[in-house]
DNA sequence: TATGAATGAGATTTCATTCAT
DNA sequence: TATGAATGAAATCTCATTCAT
């Protein structure tokens, strides 16, 4: 009399089976991320990402709904665990420098490296609306925490009054930029370079507190269109 | 109104039809420009930039042989620029900490201004062979000069030690980058961005000469992978 | 349990076997029925009824060749219960209108009521020659038996003389249009409302016998193009 | 010195040039009009109504944005000109089952004839929101229309009482299905099978007053789910 | 029997480019 | 020189169907 078998192994979604799809999911993931930083996200074709995952093209929308949500994860992971990075810096007892320095190293860790969804990130502009809002809004939550960590080195004396924005700016673009020049099989590890540019963008916040006349220390304001 | 009233003055050969076309080049290489900026190159149709310079889309290839001509020029131009400011800069006598403010600041200029040509510049991937390759032996060239300047500076003792081509790319990167976020409506001019920047990136590599064990300051050899 | 214990009892020919697989086939048609109905027949998808039905799309495939199938069977049935409600109507002995009145409501109940089958009927379009043809005589066969049973009212002068096709026509056309404006949940229900049209439908063949010069009263000819 | 020569007549709509333009959109209207009619709206390819039109796919989008807008512009040609006919048909002075004779005739017309835009029409539910809603509300206000029509012919007397709102709907279903039965190259005209549906279809709305309990003479009230 | 995964054909749509005038 | 119109290739996406297990 054991009619409705609905014995919980018969739906779409028994646990080592989703265990399985997921892992796929993962490895798509890292494809994309890889095409994405190869090609720039505009000139990557689906065609390209189902073929460096190893799959036809239609397989793709089996795992993903299209490039947005592709696109979507990609950024979304990368933009949090800098996020993590840069709290983990902000609550460290260590001198703001080496705060800093911690999230440069992470943030370079994590664009380049080749991590599940790492990508050349924050080429937003292609999302839809939907997606792209709440990337957006990560996106300027971690720009103002780059921002609030160099404010707090001024406001210790350890670094020279600056306009933070700005130079938060400046550092961000640095560390993005490196994903156009990296080449995994270069002579140069990751670890490397993260150490000399690392070394390079807190240096030129240091110093002898030295009068500034442009100086803006204002408490940092999120501004929307920026672009991390 | 009788100059050059030969029978077919109006031929493409005749010096005023030459002159009122390339004058008509330009405004489309200016309004090309402007939607390669505000778009980004992949997302920029034909279609956007004859409407930007006012023809209709067909019009446009009676001037430019395409769109990789058209991006070809953009960059072309822009690069040459640069060039010619790193040259002024090496060729000046100031210190080498004013030698490269000057080329940050001209690149800057070139890179957010209204000028003919200039585009958030260095979308290259798309072009075909024939147009990328001397693009990208330009764009080498103005990374090697960047790097002789800061390697000059180290010689001379202005400069602490370090590794120069990674240096070079860091303020490259943040030079570029700006592109990104700057906004033609916002707060600060050029002008002081360009102020502000160049002070950021030149205070890093100043500074007490500190002994630094992973220095490099090989000569600089053309990496032509990089992407300046 | 030991029923029909031979080795291999769950081999597709056994007896049990079969009748559980035919109630399963059923079950699938009348999921299929309410997905063809709901969606209309082009926008009903494989995996639409398959989730109705609470199987998987692989699955579906063991039950039925495929989409076409699904359809004709859906189509076949229908028609075929309407087919023995008008061979009932034609056999029984009451007024020809108590008759015609009995095949609308068979109509809309075998087309708006949750039978195994029962589709927004006749969007044959889409079968392959194989299937469409079959359904196609049986259509145009029930379309004969409505024309003979209106004809068969004039010839004993309970109806007006009329245009039996155009007439024949009209009434399917208003039965058919009902599963497009017909809602489960509505106030109506099929009952109500078949006893509504039917009353409509009838008046206006009965009334005041009165001449009809464009009357077409000919014997009914099968129409093969023509969709009931 | 006539530089700007905004004279009118080189943007890219000039008087003659948007006449022919607009031509065209009529003849693509009118090739996809067929095809909705001939092949269903939901089984119409854009390769069809190209191939019908006589042009490439692409440049069906030089002149419409895509399906949609297509079967919309159909669409709503086709329900404006049956709104008018209603209202016409309400304005006049006839007796009322003569204002009911003139819609059917005009809906026929409509829907049959080879009219720029005319659809076998209704079906919306592939459309998307922005667009079925308008056409929803014009079908609705139409369905009114007719019950209005009916209601009116009860209340002078002229027709016996009956659910309105049912026998619209048993009308408007036995028209709107004469799309899929028609055949232009078949034997009667248009004028004959629209003179035929409406005295049928009107011969069972009048007749003595009989005493009918079911019937529903309340005012009509827009049921917005239903489809005409 | 049943499933998740895969596929290939085809649909709609976009767009640089060309053509006739 | 300039235009509206046309084209063909490619991009994204859908979906009935099949396959390995």
Same mark, same amino acid.
């Given at each position: 009399?054991?009619?409705?078998?609905?014995?919980?192994?018969? $739906?779409? /979604? #028994?646990? +080592? &089976?989703? *265990?399985?799809?997921?892992?796929? *999911?993962?490895? %798509?993931?890292r494809a994309a991320a890889r095409v994405f930083r190869r090609s720039g996200v505009a000139a990557a074709g689906m065609r390209d990402i189902a073929e460096e995952a190893d799959l036809s093209p239609g397989n793709l929308y089996y795992y993903f709904a299209g490039k947005d949500e592709l696109l979507f994860f990609c950024q979304d992971q990368t933009v949090d665990r800098m996020l993590e990075?840069?709290?983990? =810096? +902000?609550?460290?007892?260590?001198?703001?420098?080496?705060?800093? +320095?911690? &999230? %440069?190293?992470?943030?370079l860790h994590y664009t380049l490296e080749e991590l599940e969804g790492a990508t050349a990130h924050l080429e937003i502009d292609m999302l839809?609306?939907?997606l792209r809002r709440p990337l957006i809004e990560k996106r300027d939550k971690y720009e103002q925490a780059v921002r609030a960590l160099i404010a707090k080195g001024i406001k210790r004396g350890?670094?020279?009054?600056?306009?933070?924005?700005?130079?938060?700016? =400046?550092?961000? !673009?640095?560390?993005? @930029?490196? #994903? *156009? @020049?990296?080449r995994p099989d270069g002579k140069q590890?990751?670890?490397? %370079?993260?150490? !000399?540019?690392?070394?390079?963008?807190? *240096? !030129?916040?240091? /110093?002898?507190? $030295?009068?500034?006349p442009n100086a803006n220390t204002a408490p940092a304001r999120a501004i929307s269109g920026g672009q991390t």
């Open positions: 009399m054991v009619q409705n078998s609905n014995s919980s192994s018969n $739906k779409p /979604g #028994s646990a +080592r &089976v989703r *265990r399985k799809s997921e892992a796929r *999911r993962l490895e %798509i993931l990075a840069a709290e983990a =810096a +902000r609550a460290s007892t260590l001198p703001v420098a080496d705060q800093l +320095r911690a &999230v %440069i190293r992470a943030h839809a609306e939907d350890e670094f020279a009054p600056c306009d933070t924005a700005l130079v938060a700016r =400046a550092i961000l !673009g640095a560390l993005n @930029w490196a #994903s *156009r @020049w990296y590890s990751v670890s490397a %370079i993260a150490q !000399g540019l690392a070394d390079y963008l807190v *240096r !030129g916040l240091a /110093g002898p507190p $030295k009068a500034n």
